[in-house]
């Protein structure tokens, strides 16, 4: 039990349809991070919230966009989604920079688009 | 942009053997390193990680590793393989500010009876 819940588990979704995906981070972790780990690969960094600011984006279109709220929770919105976009997709809070703290993870959401 | 390879994507042991996942990074040496484990249906969660100093890093469930800067490497151990290690496991590297992960592909570890 990490602390981090992710919501939905499972979800499917047409081509062509938006997403959100949530994630409530540990009381006080001020980092959010989300990955998407596609099926037999490693996760793959889309980007960064610091104090509700985006603090690093890894190589995806704008169409992926996420917000954090002051509550520790955040979301990732996914527009116009694409056959490809189905992976695990997971989110890490962390209190401070990882050489200094641990990033704990929430067990995922599976998305799948048909 | 940092990488990392992780030499075979499928590992299969026997309970009790020695466990060694390999896991070499891209040649600018990162920040940290870490090596993380999933099981089925689960997300990731920290083995062990390398910061500064020792260079051999003592985890969790007996997994130890070593960041050897002149091989590039951060090879994963363990001494004896236990059934419940059977899982898949991950190495990363964090960038200069130790906050995006670059992963690996994965190994799955299984352990056979």
């Known amino acids: 039990e990490t602390g981090v819940t992710q919501s939905p588990t499972h979800l499917i979704k047409t081509r062509g349809q938006q997403v959100t995906l949530r994630c409530s981070s540990q009381s006080g972790h001020n980092t959010v991070s989300w990955y998407q780990q596609a099926l037999g690969q490693g996760p793959q960094f889309i980007f960064q919230y610091y104090r509700e600011e985006e603090n690093g984006r890894g190589n995806f279109p704008p169409r992926f966009s996420g917000l954090q709220f002051p509550n520790y929770s955040s979301e990732l919105n996914v527009n116009a989604l694409e056959l490809d976009d189905s992976a695990l997709y997971l989110c890490?809070?962390?209190?401070?920079?990882?050489?200094?703290?641990?990033?704990?993870f929430g067990q995922g959401t599976r998305l799948t688009v048909v | 942009a940092q990488s990392v390879t992780q030499l075979g994507s499928h590992v299969s042991v026997s309970e009790g053997a020695l466990v060694l996942l390999r896991c070499n990074y891209s040649?600018?040496?990162?920040?940290?390193l870490f090596w993380y484990v999933q099981y089925p249906n689960q997300g990731l969660q920290l083995l062990l990680k390398?910061?500064?100093?020792?260079?051999l890093v003592k985890g969790i469930n007996g997994f130890e590793a070593e960041f050897k800067k002149s091989e590039t490497s951060f090879h994963l151990t363990k001494p004896s393989a236990h059934m419940s290690d059977a899982a898949e496991y991950f190495c990363a590297v964090s960038d200069n500010a130790g906050n995006m992960l670059t992963f690996g592909g994965g190994t799955r570890l299984m352990v056979k009876p």
């Open positions: 890490a809070s962390s209190l401070d920079s990882l050489g200094n703290t641990e990033a704990f």
């Open positions: 040649s600018s040496v990162p920040p940290y």
């Open positions: 390398y910061t500064t100093g020792a260079t």
